[in-house]
């Protein structure tokens, strides 16, 4: 019984900025990886970045220098700050929360960047 709420997607200009929350809350008793991940229209969901417990982190090479992924573990909560956004990010992104070797997805939300 692990449920994620994500938030913080919408529309922005190219070179702009947005930030994604992801918040796990049910019965947990610790959270492993947390993951970012992003589909684009007519494309199979990809992986972009995930921090682990002890906040070691990893990204595709794409985002690098750009996306910034953190956590708050006394909150249950991942961020993904994103910053000079292009066209190319334009897409619905999941967070994934691992708990007891299960990966918990959360609804998804669209972030549509204009050229």
């Known amino acids: 019984q692990v449920q994620l709420v994500e938030s913080g997607g919408g529309l922005v200009q190219a070179g702009g900025s947005l930030r994604l929350s992801c918040a796990a809350s049910g019965s947990i008793t610790s959270i492993s990886d947390m993951r970012w991940h992003r589909q684009a229209p007519g494309k199979q969901r990809e992986w972009v970045a995930t921090?682990?417990?002890?906040?070691?982190?990893d990204y595709v090479d794409f985002v690098k220098g750009r996306f910034t992924i953190s956590r708050d573990n006394a909150k249950n909560t991942v961020y993904l700050q994103m910053n000079s956004l292009k066209p190319d990010d334009t897409a619905v992104y999941y967070c994934?929360?691992?708990?007891?070797?299960?990966?918990?997805w959360g609804q998804g939300t669209q972030v549509t960047v204009s050229s």
């Open positions: 921090i682990s417990r002890r906040l070691a982190t």
């Open positions: 994934e929360v691992v708990v007891n070797d299960w990966g918990y």
